[in-house]
DNA sequence: CTGTTAGCGCTTTCAG
DNA sequence: CTGAAAGCGCTAACAG
């Protein structure tokens, strides 16, 4: 191997009619200049620029070894007025991850996850990193798609709410931090974020059963995630507290993914006309019973009381208002990117959950049952 | 130079025991192997497992060159046992761009932007790239950071959702396709997929002024960005056209980001007791005028008629429905999408501009005008 | 069909 | 304090 193995650098720079100022660019590569794209200036360019070498001008640049005070900042000027911006792809490459976070939804139209992706934005731009934004339109398959994407791009980590073990596996098992949001999917390693789901639930069917109401249905999702679940067995389990016998046909359970709710919720009703308060388990369910109750005229609270798990803008400007479940959303935004920033900068130790409490905001639509018989909210 | 450069490879692969089937890993890195980061799998490491060179290797993975059948079976075996996954960053480095598609948005919370990022999200994961999101919370400061980090990773191409020059002069001379998305901004060179705001507010004030109103206030965030100020233009153009003279007392203009819009709604609405219906030019200002009409019990329709430009979710729950102008929104991001998408994939020749038509929705909240005296919504 | 070679732009020892 | 040199993992000629 010979001593001269990096490529030239004469015939550029140096001397090349410079002497009034500076003005001349190599090459006219001024930003702004012509249109198209551009050859990169890259810190070699600048390096020739103020005739010294590459390190030096990355060593200036970067702020880290030692470089004359003239001449960096002979070099810095020389990247302002060129234009330069580091190439991130080369500095990743070199062994350092890529700063980019990986964030995986599973609807974004759902005011819930934008929400969400909002307070994650928020404290990751913050923290000078950028969000690769993912949403897998609830499709295991897609989500798997996208955690291959952000190993590939050497992501520093990767939030994930709700999605299910396989994405979170395969990141985990290439030794990515993972923190998983809103849901837990059980795989071991990853931090996560969550909300109390069931004590929401307990303390707003407690309302319900506090109020009077015997009978009180509950619209769910899916019970087969935590999240579900759990708001479930907080109903279950207020019912419990109040000694109230809990009947198995006042449980509506859509399975994943309905692909009309209100139809699904309308049936429901019709069949059981004596509900005098539905507990809807998330904004989805919250708006499928909401229309449908408006739909058949029922009177809410009159006819029939109802509670959402999840307050969206909409809950708070209808009339009655919508007592609501309130989920800190944003902030579990924060919480959660903060975690997953905490553990990328070298936190090690056990993985860890935070869980935040959701609050009962009271509204108009929950009232003590009418007590007039024969008022129920059968067929319409 | 000598002849041996590249680093020698012996040592492992290589019949260390795999005769029974290739059940030992080289070192123990099967993905959910081991907790922590572990070094991650290259195109060399496959190449050595299967005996071959790293090119060979590339080529069977990347489905370019050729390579024999059976060779290019072992390596995809290898490759996926090895849990392979190429490294974006390296790939970018050798010249291509990184797939990368930055998207700024001026604040996510609000639905219109998180539905917006939706459609961008679908169509950009549909053609196999990844949307990198920047909120820049109104912040040009933020903007111009935002547009920095997307040349830093080579983004190849970057979507605009109103931001204003800075950012897009920068990315434009830097050479990256950019598309702005719902308002433009005057720089050369780019792309944009708009709303016709104009047309669109001359039908929800022409609708008004049908059905009797002379009194119509019109509620505005900005008059500076072509969005608020076309709302506005197409306001006047109705009047206009009914042959209605223009109140200037009638324009509600908050400038730039407002704190409480509500409140100087109710100033405004004190200070102008007579007018008969509002026309509010966007999402966030439907809501300070919905809020503000219900708080002082100004019945809507009977008191005061009201028209959104946007249709959000809570429109059609409240009662009575909001009579809005409705913006594909989600379909513009798709469509911006698919535009910067094109003219990544070489589509050259000249920028253009889009233009989607919006779409005037009748609900409750529009009917003529009180004729009895003295009904007006003044002072609560 | 396959392997060798030469970098992409940057960071990072390691000598001067 | 500065510069030369060695790659990070991958692709793309170009020889065999």
Chains 1, 2 share one sequence.
């Not at 969400?116 to 798609?145: F, I, S, Y």
Request: glycine content about 14%; charged content about 25%; overall charge positive.
């Amino acid at each position: 191997m010979g001593a001269v193995a990096g490529r030239a650098r004469g015939g550029r720079g140096r001397g090349a009619g410079r002497g009034a100022g500076g003005a001349a660019l190599s090459g006219g590569k001024a930003p702004g200049g012509g249109r198209g794209r551009r050859a990169r200036v890259t810190l070699r360019q600048i390096a020739d620029e103020v005739g010294t070498s590459q390190s030096t001008a990355s060593r200036a640049l970067a702020g880290h070894g030692y470089v004359a005070p003239e001449l960096k900042a002979r070099i810095e000027e020389a990247a302002a007025r060129l234009g330069y911006v580091p190439d991130i792809s080369a500095r990743t490459l070199k062994g350092h991850s890529s700063g980019l976070i990986g964030l995986l939804v599973s609807d974004l139209r759902n005011q819930f996850y934008a929400q969400l992706a909002a307070g994650v934005e928020q404290t990751v731009a913050a923290a000078g990193h950028q969000v690769v934004l993912v949403d897998d339109h609830g499709d295991e398959a897609e989500a798997v798609r996208g955690a291959k994407a952000f190993v590939a791009m050497r992501a520093a980590g990767v939030l994930l709410a709700p999605v299910g073990r396989e994405a979170t596996e395969l990141l985990v098992g290439h030794g990515t931090p993972v923190v998983e949001v809103d849901r837990r999917s059980g795989v071991r390693g990853c931090d996560a974020v969550i909300i109390d789901s069931e004590s929401g639930a307990r303390e707003a069917v407690g309302h319900l059963l506090a109020l009077g109401h015997r009978r009180i249905a509950v619209v769910v999702d899916e019970t087969v995630w935590d999240t579900g679940r759990n708001r479930l067995k907080g109903y279950r389990a207020a019912h419990r507290a109040a000694g109230v016998p809990l009947a198995r046909r006042l449980v509506l359970d859509l399975g994943l993914r309905p692909d009309d709710p209100r139809r699904d919720v309308a049936a429901f009703l019709d069949a059981n006309p004596d509900v005098t308060a539905v507990f809807a388990a998330n904004n989805v369910m919250a708006e499928a019973v909401w229309q449908e109750l408006k739909r058949r005229g029922a009177a809410v609270p009159g006819r029939c009381s109802m509670v959402s798990f999840d307050d969206l803008t909409w809950m708070r400007v209808v009339e009655p208002g919508l007592t609501a479940v309130r989920q800190p959303v944003y902030e579990m935004g924060n919480r959660a990117a903060q975690l997953l920033i905490e553990r990328i900068d070298g936190g090690h130790g056990r993985a860890e959950t935070r869980t935040l409490r959701p609050e009962l905001v009271l509204r108009g639509s929950t009232a003590a049952p009418a007590s007039a018989p024969g008022a129920d909210i059968g067929a319409s």
